[in-house]
Structures are given as C-alpha cells and as structure tokens.
C-alpha cells in the first residue's frame, strides 16, 4: 500500500496534468521555488501541512479531497479549473491528432521524395475537371502547443494516473508505446523545419536486404579492439597496470546530432566528397598506421573496398589529416542534400528530460527516454514496429555516429597521455591513467561512468 506522502505525489502529478499547469505555475501559487517543488516530488524532501493546504486552495480542493487520491481528488476538480481546448498548453503524446489521418502513403517506391535543399512550393489548384494529382503531399504536423519536454512529462504523468501509481505498471506501459510517442515528438519536433525531409523515398540498391532475414551490404565501423601487444605482453607477465573500463551514456542519444540526408539518395561515382551531402560510400579505405589506437573501420579484417556511412567516412577523411592513415579513395557514393539538424529539436528535448529525470532519481522516466531513442534507432530502417518512416540510411548513420563519437574518446584519452587498453560495443573504452583528468564523470550526456576496474597482466 502507499503511504500518504507517496499518493499526494501522483496526485499532485494528476492535477498538473489535468490544469496543464507546470512545476515552476504551482510552485509560484503556493509560494515555494521550482527546485523546492521537485525535491518534494522526486521524495528529496517531505510536503507539508501547510503545503497540502496551499495545495487544495489553489486547486478550489478541499485538503481531505486532495489527500483522497489522484482518482478522487481529479473528480472533484472545479470545472473552471480544467483548461478548455482552446487554452491547452501542451499535447499528450498519446492523444490522437485532432484532425482526421492523412491518407496512407503510397509504397516507397512509388512516392516522390521532395525537394533537397528546401518545400516545394504547393501546386496550383487543378482544374475541376481534372483528374486528382498524383503528386506527393506534404505531411501535415499539429505545431504543440508548449515546449517539446512537456510532450514527454504529460505521457509520463498520465500513464502514473492510468497506472494508480504502479510505478512498474507505469513503467512497462510507456515501454510498450515508446515508438508512436517518438515519433510523435519527432513529428512536431520537425514543425517549422526548415527542409521538409522524405520518409519514404525509394531505397537505394545497396540498402537492400541481400536475403528476407540477411543484411544489406553497409558496414557501420562497431569497433572490437583490444591493444594487441599490450595483451602480449601482459599474458607473458613482462607488464601490469590498473585498467578502467569506461561506460559513455547514451550513446544513440548523443548519435542523433548527425548528418542526416533530406531527400532520396542519388548515385555518383568519383572520389569527391561534398560535406553539404550525406548518405553510404564505396571507398577503397587506405591503410591504417597508428597500432596504439583503433581504425573508425572498427572491427573489419577483410581488405579492399567496402561501403560505409557518411559519420565513417569523415572520420577516416580527418584521420588521414592527422597522419594516423593514408587518406580514403571514395570509388561511387549514393547521397542527398543533407542536414545536421533534422533530430536537434528532438534530441535537446530527451536529452532535457533524461537529466530531470536522473537528478529526480525518477527511474520510470530514464527508463522511457532511454526506450524511445533506442526503438527510434532500431526501427526507422525496415521495421514492422514502425510504419511511420523507413529510412535505412539513417539508421546506419545514427549508429555509425555511435560508434565514431566513441573512437573520438579513445582519440582524446591518447592524446591526453592515457593508454587506450580496449574499445568495443557501442559504448566501452579501457583505459589506463587517470581518466578523470580527461573526462567529467557522471550520468549526464557529456559524462562518463566506470563500470569496472581491473589489472592487465594479473586478474584480466
């Protein structure tokens, strides 16, 4: 059973959502400050008599009603105290739209992709007698009403309602909606956008699936490296040292500030690269040199050409200027327009809501956040859980960019006089030295963690 103190925090998560009110709107009412507010919330801090008096006054409660609980205390709401449609000031993100569904898209590869480098101005109006123009629509997107975070609070809260306060009910309930509430938060994220990028256009050939349950023929570069004559020569026990294995957070939702290609993908051949262009490359990749770090090639022992996403790419082009390999030969590429922006929006509204959610110590929302920008990754490409987009070539982007962001910190810890032991998954570097005088520790985006400790040449 929960305690009182427990229930008039969903309950006061309740009634902010009916009101459409805010933390720092009720925390102002009742005269406390926004972070005194959300200590009491998160349970860092105890509501008061006094408080759960401000409390019901500025609901029009009476203070027993609002001790009822959140069902009780919702049904006794003044009317006058519930925002008409007219005043909302944020959208659930699993309300359905207002207006009715746009038509279902043709298959992809009957829909024209737009225009690259901006919207294509709307046609003029067809005849009456004319017959209906097969040209592409573009997507219609409610604009929300408040700031993007809000979309993601509300679902929260109202799944705490639906649940009565079963956190792991809760919990499992947005896990389970994940997809379609990012991508909705993904469609008003692209409100006002400037490039209207196409989510069907046809798939290039080589993002092809070779067989109904194979691959298509990209390489992504996931690194599994180990320092090879370090191990040497701690397995003949000529070394030790103490290794740090460090955790990177949120490495796909760091990923999602990537070059992203707008429209269809369009072939080319010729060893040119355009940094306004995005997409997959046949590159004959040179030679790596450096033996103390890994290639951005990850994990590849076969020689000779082979396609690669554009994050690889660049970071192989950079490598080559900084004298750690000879430089790439792109061969034929398949790219568009492309910008770096496309999931920013999205991005810096998960990324708002994961720290408020880990200072809280609200693990139902980390685990949320951390569901829809994963399910975001894994199913944009060709997935049965997401029939809203089917853009393979991000995907492969996304986790290309994964990965590359982390050879960037193996780079760092190198260059700053750490020894780089170990770089493998999407998310894991080992390293030798005092790692926190290279990177700040924590959870938050820019952090790092250290999962383990151990030493090479003795308990490996």
């Not at 009491?40 to 203070?63: E, F, M, N, V, Y």
């Not at 590159?283 to 000779?304: F, H, I, K, M, N």
Request: glycine share 6%; charged share 20%.
């Amino acid at each position: 059973m929960m305690s009182t103190e427990e229930t008039l925090r969903l309950t006061v998560a309740a009634l902010m959502q009916l009101t459409r009110e805010r933390q720092p709107d009720v925390a102002a009412a009742i005269g406390l400050t926004q972070p005194q507010l959300s200590r009491r919330q998160s349970g860092k801090a105890s509501w008061t008599l006094t408080d759960c008096d401000r409390l019901a006054a500025h609901w029009g409660l009476p203070t027993l009603d609002l001790l009822a609980g959140p069902t009780h205390a919702a049904g006794c709401l003044p009317a006058a105290r519930r925002p008409t449609v007219g005043t909302q000031t944020t959208m659930p993100l699993a309300s359905p739209a207002p207006a009715p569904p746009a038509p279902r898209r043709a298959a992809p590869t009957a829909t024209p992709a737009p225009a690259e480098t901006a919207p294509a101005p709307a046609p003029a109006p067809a005849p009456a007698a004319a017959a209906p123009s097969s040209a592409p629509r573009t997507p219609r997107r409610a604009a929300p009403a408040g700031p993007l975070p809000d979309l993601v609070r509300d679902r929260v809260a109202a799944a705490l309602t639906e649940a009565g306060g079963d956190a792991d009910a809760a919990q499992a309930a947005l896990i389970k909606s994940a997809v379609p509430d990012v991508m909705r938060l993904f469609s008003a994220s692209r409100v006002g956008g400037r490039y209207e990028h196409s989510e069907f256009p046809p798939t290039a050939d080589i993002l092809q699936k070779r067989s109904q349950k194979g691959s298509d023929a990209i390489w992504e570069g996931r690194p599994k490296w180990r320092a090879a004559d370090l191990h040497r020569a701690a397995r003949a026990g000529h070394i030790t040292m103490d290794v740090t294995a460090l955790d990177m957070n949120a490495a796909y939702l760091a990923a999602l500030k990537t070059w992203l290609p707008i429209g269809k993908l369009v072939h080319s051949e010729g060893d040119h690269h355009d940094p306004k262009r995005s997409g997959v490359h046949l590159v004959d990749p040179g030679e790596w040199t450096t033996p103390d770090l890994p290639s951005p090639l990850g994990s590849r022992q076969e020689p000779g050409p082979l396609w690669i996403t554009e994050p690889t790419l660049r970071a192989l082009i950079r490598c080559a200027k900084m004298d750690l390999c000879t430089p790439p030969k792109i061969m034929e590429s398949w790219t568009s327009g492309a910008s770096e922006g496309l999931l920013e929006k999205m991005r810096r509204a998960l990324v708002t809501i994961r720290d408020e959610a880990i200072a809280n110590n609200d693990e139902v929302t980390t685990e949320y956040v951390k569901s829809m920008y994963s399910k975001f990754v894994s199913t944009i490409g060709e997935s049965a859980a997401n029939r809203e987009i089917r853009r393979p070539d991000w995907m492969h982007i996304i986790r290309s960019q994964a990965f590359v962001n982390l050879w960037l910190k193996a780079h760092k810890a190198h260059e700053a006089g750490l020894t780089v032991v170990q770089m493998s998954g999407t998310d894991e570097l080992h390293v030798s030295g005092n790692w926190r005088e290279v990177f700040p520790e924590g959870r938050g985006l820019s952090q790092v963690k250290a999962k383990n400790i151990y030493t090479l040449g003795g308990n490996e």
